[in-house]
């Protein structure tokens, strides 16, 4: 054995050489004490986590009050109670109560928003479809009109066929637009019926709407006179004997004949 502090060998309890103890050499170990999980609920750590139901009810309630729709309102509320229940439940390890709270409020908002929506929808759409008749009826006279026009000019340049009962004809010689020749336009359908005599002095020009009550309300006719009448799309008879004139007639220019 030799001293721990000169070196020098020593039998005895003491150093000869520099009186040193002889006093072995140890190790001294620390132990590290294993980490204990931090108390919490129930006395265990615990992970936690914002509730997935939570997040869903803010989104669907926000959307239910962007677009006041029950489809998102409805949802909203009923995962934000599922939602609240599960958290109180999971003891802390699911939060996001007040997210859940937020969507449940949102959603129940845009129940009360229904009504007054109903409301507004049941003063303006039939508004609406009133207007959409006005304009559909109006721009009917104007295309029976224009059918008029064109059929003096067709008579004048056709001397040996008068009038046609074709409103392709009209089409092709390039007096009528193609939406208008093909025979529907703006909600009504057009026809030229009653079509006689070598060359074709007599028509009539018919205009239906193409939903009663929807797209127009009245038919509308004319004939070579160039008078446009309008009747009940439910009434009963020759439109041009039994319809009241609208407007004043287009006249065949001075000097024509067919």
Do not use: W
């Not at 939602?83 to 409020?105: W, Y």
């Not at 009962?165 to 020749?181: F, I, K, Y």
């Not at 020009?205 to 009940?232: H, N, W, Y």
């Amino acid at each position: 054995m030799y001293c721990t502090q000169c070196g020098h060998p020593i039998t005895g309890s003491f150093c000869s050489n520099c009186g040193a103890a002889n006093t072995p050499s140890s190790t001294v170990t620390t132990a590290v004490a294993p980490a204990l999980p931090v108390p919490m609920a129930g006395g265990v750590q615990v992970v936690q986590k914002t509730d997935d139901m939570a997040i869903l009810s803010l989104i669907l309630g926000v959307l239910s009050m962007v677009i006041f729709s029950i489809f998102t309102g409805i949802p909203a509320v009923i995962l934000g109670h599922k939602a609240r229940g599960r958290i109180k439940r999971s003891m802390g390890a699911l939060t996001g109560d007040g997210i859940a709270l937020a969507g449940l409020i949102m959603g129940y908002l845009s129940f009360l928003a229904i009504p007054f929506i109903l409301i507004i929808a049941a003063i303006a759409i039939p508004n609406l479809l009133s207007a959409r008749v006005a304009a559909n009826e109006a721009a009917a006279i104007g295309s029976v009109r224009t059918i008029t026009v064109a059929q003096v000019s067709y008579a004048t340049n056709h001397q040996e066929e008068g009038f046609t009962c074709s409103l392709a004809d009209l089409g092709n010689a390039g007096l009528l637009d193609s939406t208008l020749a093909s025979g529907t336009k703006s909600g009504y359908r057009y026809e030229l019926v009653a079509c006689d005599g070598t060359p074709v002095q007599h028509y009539t020009i018919l205009a239906m709407p193409m939903t009663p009550g929807t797209t127009g309300q009245r038919t509308f006719c004319s004939d070579e006179s160039a008078v446009i009448k309008s009747m009940a799309t439910n009434a009963t008879g020759n439109c041009m004997d039994v319809g009241e004139p609208v407007r004043e007639g287009i006249h065949k220019p001075a000097g024509t004949e067919f």
